[in-house]
C-alpha cells in the first residue's frame, strides 16, 4: 500500500446487497465488491485466476465466492484460492465505506 | 521409461500429519501405486501425501505428460484459445517436491495380487501396499466400414485434441458423430474456427443421457443460431474415403461429405487390467463404499469405477470431474485406513459458445419440473419429486443466472427443502430468501 495510492468511489453501499457481490467497472479493469452478512466490505479483480469468467457473477456464501463457471473458491477477504480447479489467489484491494459511499484503494 | 521423482529429503514432511489415518508403516516399504495419472489418480497422489503418507508413492501413467484437465481439451484447446499445458491438475513440481515417483508412457500390464506385485511394459515388477486403480475410460468405437481412413478422430487425450485442433482449418466440413455433451462442445469449438458443422446423433435429441430434454433443446437453437446442422436419428453406415475420409452415408441413406471426422459416441471404462486380475467387474471396476474393489488391497477412482448409487442400489459410473475430484480425497483417506464413505453429490459444467450448462443432483428422479426464466432468459429447472423435494437441477444460459440457479439448487437438495413452486418460478423472487430460513433453523 502506498501512500499515493487513490480512493476512488466505486458504488453506494445500499446498491450493494447483504452477502452478495457486485462488478464494478474502472478504466480497462473489473472489480468485485463484496459485502458481508455483517456489513464489512471486500473488494478483489473480477476474473477468476482459473479460466475465464467474472467473479461478480458468482455466489457468494460467508467470506467465500464460488466461480460460476467451475465452482473455484476463493477466500474474498484474502483472494486465497480454497478449492480445485482454482489454485492461483485473486488479487484484492482496500476498501472502506464513507457516508454510505465504498471506496476502493487502486495503487 | 521417463520419470520424474524428487529427493526425498525435499520433502517438507514434517507438515504431515497422520490425522484420523491409522498408517501401517509396517508395509510402507511396498509403498502406494496409482495405476493412472488422469484426474483420480492424480489428485489421489496429492492427497495421499497431505493426509500423512511419507512412504514411497509411484504413479504409472501410459500418456506421456504431465497430469492435465481435461475438460478444456474439447473448448479452449480445440478452439485454439490455449494448449493443454495451461491446465495443469497439480502445480508445477509437485511430483518431485513430494517426493513421489511419476513413471509416464508406461502401462501396467499385469497385476499379481498374491505378491502384491504389478508388471509395467518397461519390464519392471512394482511391489504394492496399496493399490489404487484409476485408468480412466477410452473412447467407444463405431464398428463400421472405413473407420480407420485418416483424418478421423476420438477426444479423448491432449493428444487427440492436438491432432483434430489442427484439422480445423476454416471452411473444412467437420462431421461430429455423437451429439453428446463432447460432440456439442467440439461443434461449438469448430464453429468459433469457422468450419461447417453436421452432427449425426442416434437418438432423436441431444444429449440423451446427461442432459433433460428442455435444456437439451434450448441448446440445440443456439447451436443451429451459429449455423450447426443436426441428423437426429441417424446412425452411420458407412466411411468413405482413400486415405483420408471424404464421405459419410447414414442410415437414411444420405451421403454426407466432409474433411474431418469427430467420433463422439461415449466412453468404456478400462478394466482389462483388473479384470484379468481377478477383480469383480460389473459395469465398471466394482467398489464397495469405501472405493474397495473385490481385492481389500486394491482400490478404484474415476471413470473406471463403479458403485452402487444409495437410492437404486444400481451400479452406477459418473464419467465427470467432479466424481474424479471427490472420489480421489475419499480413497486417499481409504487407502490409509480411513473408512469414509463415499456419497456421490452429483454436479457437471458444459461450456458452449457464451452459454453454460450445468447439471446437479439426480434430475431423472424428480418427474415435476418447475421452470424459471430468468429477466436475461436463462433457463433453470428444478426436478422435484412428489413430496416437493429437490432431487435434481439443471440450466442452460448465462453463467451468472445458471451459475447462481444452481448452487441455490444443491443447497434446497441439500438441506431437503421444499421451496414453493410459484416461488421457484417467479424470477423476481431472490432463490436465496428461499434457502434462508433452514440457514436460520
Not at chain 1, 49 to 57: C, F, G, P
Not at chain 2, 144 to 165: C, E, H, P, Q, Y
Not at chain 2, 405 to 410: A, K, N, P, T
Amino acid at each position: 500500500m502506498t501512500d499515493t495510492a487513490t480512493w476512488v468511489a466505486a458504488c453506494k453501499l445500499n446498491e450493494l446487497p447483504k452477502e452478495d457481490v457486485k462488478r464494478w467497472d474502472h478504466g480497462s479493469k473489473s472489480f468485485a465488491v463484496f459485502r458481508t452478512a455483517d456489513d464489512r466490505v471486500f473488494v478483489t479483480d473480477d476474473i477468476c485466476t482459473h479460466e475465464y469468467a467474472h467473479i461478480s457473477d458468482g455466489f457468494v456464501m460467508g467470506t467465500t465466492v464460488e466461480c460460476p463457471r467451475h465452482a473455484g473458491c476463493f477466500d474474498f477477504r484474502t483472494g486465497e484460492a480454497l478449492n480445485p480447479p482454482a489454485c492461483n489467489r485473486l488479487k484484492t484491494y482496500s476498501a472502506k465505506v464513507e457516508n454510505g459511499t465504498v471506496f476502493v484503494q487502486i495503487g | 521409461m521417463k520419470s520424474d521423482v524428487g529427493q526425498a529429503e525435499d520433502w517438507p514432511t514434517s507438515t504431515f500429519t497422520l490425522n484420523d489415518a491409522p498408517v501401517e508403516k509396517n508395509l510402507s516399504e511396498h509403498g502406494m501405486v496409482i495405476v493412472g495419472a488422469g484426474h483420480a489418480g492424480a489428485r489421489a497422489a496429492e492427497a495421499l501425501r497431505k493426509n500423512g503418507w511419507s512412504g514411497k508413492l509411484t504413479i504409472v501413467e501410459s500418456e506421456d505428460a504431465m497430469p492435465y484437465e481435461r475438460p478444456p481439451l474439447s473448448k479452449a484447446v480445440l478452439s485454439g484459445t490455449n494448449s493443454f499445458e495451461k491446465y495443469p491438475i497439480l502445480v508445477d513440481g509437485f511430483f518431485a517436491a513430494n517426493g513421489i515417483e511419476h513413471i509416464r508412457d508406461t502401462t501396467a500390464l499385469s497385476i499379481d495380487r498374491n505378491s502384491h506385485l504389478i508388471e509395467l511394459s518397461n519390464g519392471a515388477e512394482l511391489p504394492y501396499h496399496r493399490l489404487l486403480l484409476a485408468p480412466g475410460a477410452e473412447p467407444r468405437r463405431l464398428n463400421v466400414i472405413g473407420s480407420d481412413l485418416g483424418k478421423i478422430s476420438f477426444l479423448r487425450s491432449a493428444s487427440d485434441a492436438n491432432r483434430l485442433a489442427s484439422w480445423l482449418q476454416e471452411s473444412a466440413k467437420v462431421v461430429i458423430v455423437g451429439g453428446g455433451l463432447i460432440g456439442l462442445e467440439a461443434a461449438a469449438s469448430a464453429i468459433a474456427r469457422k468450419c461447417d458443422v453436421t452432427v449425426v446423433e442416434l437418438a432423436n435429441r441431444l444429449m440423451n443421457r446427461a442432459v433433460p430434454e428442455k435444456i437439451a433443446l434450448a441448446a440445440k437453437l443456439r447451436h443451429e443460431k451459429e449455423g450447426v446442422c443436426f441428423k437426429l436419428g441417424c446412425a452411420v453406415k458407412e466411411i468413405n474415403g482413400v486415405n483420408n475420409v471424404s464421405s459419410l452415408r447414414l442410415s437414411t441413406g444420405e451421403i454426407l461429405e466432409c474433411d474431418v471426422v469427430l467420433i463422439s459416441v461415449g466412453v468404456e471404462p478400462r478394466v482389462s487390467l483388473a479384470q484379468a486380475a481377478g477383480l469383480d467387474i460389473d459395469n465398471g471396476i466394482a467398489v464397495d463404499k469405501y472405493l474397495r474393489t473385490s481385492d481389500v488391497s486394491i482400490y478404484s477412482a474415476g471413470d473406471a469405477c463403479s458403485f452402487a448409487d444409495e437410492a437404486s442400489g444400481e451400479r452406477i459410473r459418473l464419467e465427470c470431474w467432479k466424481n474424479a475430484e471427490d472420489q480421489a480425497y475419499v480413497v486417499a483417506k481409504n487407502m490409509l485406513g480411513g473408512e469414509q464413505i463415499y456419497s456421490t453429490s452429483p454436479w457437471m459444467w458444459s461450456d458452449q459458445y457464451e452459454s453454460t450448462i450445468q447439471i446437479a443432483g439426480f434430475p431423472a428422479r424428480g418427474p415435476f419440473i418447475t421452470e424459471r426464466v430468468c429477466l436475461d432468459g436463462s433457463l433453470l429447472l428444478f426436478h422435484m419429486t412428489e413430496t416437493g423435494h429437490i432431487a435434481g437441477v439443471s440450466g442452460f444460459g448465462s453463467l451468472r443466472e445458471v451459475g447462481r440457479g444452481v448452487r441455490f439448487g444443491q443447497l434446497m437438495i441439500q438441506r431437503m427443502l421444499t421451496p414453493g413452486v410459484g416461488d421457484l418460478c417467479d424470477y423476481t423472487v431472490d432463490l436465496r430468501s428461499l434457502i434462508v430460513p433452514a440457514v436460520v433453523a
